[in-house]
């Protein structure tokens, strides 16, 4: 009976930690793999209910300028705020980069790592793990907080 709930919390605990590195990859890995992708700077100049558009100039060599981009509205964007962003292969998507994009991709891994604390603390016993896991998952939202 202990040998089975053991394997059951586990499973749901791995399972919490894989969804969150799952929508995190979504965003970071154009933050994080940024060689050979175009990178500049966008200008928000008008934000919709879910995103937010503004023009696009390049930094990096092989980039051209865009009339019009569009970029996830979030806590992270704000209207009238200059952005160092890459653009998503195939799009006219943008997604932030540098330390404060790299950190917003991975929240929620963050958020993740909090509910899996609770599951590995409660379900498998292993309390010390579980605040581990809880420290890593607010030390990743502050970090996140504070750098966007």
Known sequence: MRFGRFVAMGAVAVLILLAGVWG?????????LTKGREQG??????????????????????????????????????????YT?????????????GPAGVLYAWVPLGGALLLASVVVAGGLGRVRVGWALAGSGVALLTAAFLAV
């Open 41 to 82: 700077t966008v200008e928000v100049t008008r934000c919709g209910d879910d995103r937010c558009v503004g023009p696009y100039t390049p930094l990096s060599a092989g980039s051209t300028a865009r009339a019009r981009v569009e970029i996830e509205k979030s806590v992270a964007v704000r209207k009238g705020g200059i």
């Open 85 to 97: 962003v890459v653009i998503k292969p195939g799009s006219d998507e943008v997604v932030r980069s």
């Open 24 to 32: 995190s990859w979504g965003s970071a890995q154009h933050v994080m």
